[in-house]
T-cell receptor, first 113, second 111 residues
């Protein structure tokens, strides 16, 4: 079985500050991991994905995430937040030969001027 | 290349009415999904399909039915709508092992 926990339903940062959104997963086999972003009134779109290649994954809009097997984590970071980063962010995991992903509950990123 | 499209974008139903939501993808993906999104609940999987002619139940299937008669289409049906089915519905498609591609959503209100 696989599961995902996103710590913090809301994260608030100032413009220009570091963004850190946390994701921990549970999987008995090597996982595929994904971060998606959802802007208001839109569907989800892929930010980045880990599929067993490099552990540090770079995505769109300056975001990156690091796969840490020992910590079962896949935290999303961005060095400097922009107002346009305000959105809902979802972490997802699929593993064990099943491509059906499990999603976290989502984290709403609020960016203050 | 339109990606994933959903029809309609908005709909208001009265309790007990029926409707069908259509999802179409032009990427030749095997996997297709229907989710509902409610405030504070994240995405919840209703039904999914791993290929033409096959469907399976997800986390919250009650009150919904689906069909995948053609590879590119995945239909979600509500036979007798209830206020609890007021939600935003998202369709997604996927090539096995890769990321999902989502449609723009259908906002459904049941009064």
């Amino acid at each position: 079985a696989q599961s995902v926990t996103q710590l913090g339903s809301h994260v608030s940062v100032s413009e220009g500050a570091l963004v850190l959104l946390r994701c921990n997963y549970s999987s008995s086999v090597p996982p595929y991991l994904f971060w998606y972003v959802q802007y208001p009134n839109q569907g989800l779109q892929l930010l980045l994905k880990y599929t067993s290649a490099a552990t540090l994954v770079k995505g769109i809009n300056g975001f990156e995430a690091e796969f840490k097997k020992s910590e079962t984590s896949f935290h999303l970071t961005k060095p400097s937040a922009h107002m346009s980063d305000a959105a809902e962010y979802f972490c997802a995991v699929s593993a064990g030969g099943s491509y059906i992903p499990t999603f976290g509950r989502g984290t709403s990123l609020i960016v203050h001027p | 290349n339109a990606g994933v499209t959903q029809t309609p974008k908005f709909r208001v139903l009265k309790t007990g009415q029926s409707m069908t939501l259509l999802c179409a993808q032009d990427m030749n993906h095997e996997y297709m999904y229907w989710y509902r999104q409610d405030p504070g609940m994240g995405l919840r999987l209703i039904h999914y399909s791993v290929g033409e002619g096959t469907t399976a139940k997800g986390e919250v299937p009650d009150g919904y039915n689906v069909s995948r008669l053609k590879k590119q289409n995945f239909l979600l049906g509500l036979e007798s709508a209830a206020p609890s089915q007021t939600s935003v519905y998202f369709c997604a498609s996927q090539r096995g092992g890769s990321e999902q591609y989502f449609g723009p959503g259908t906002r459904l209100t049941v009064t």
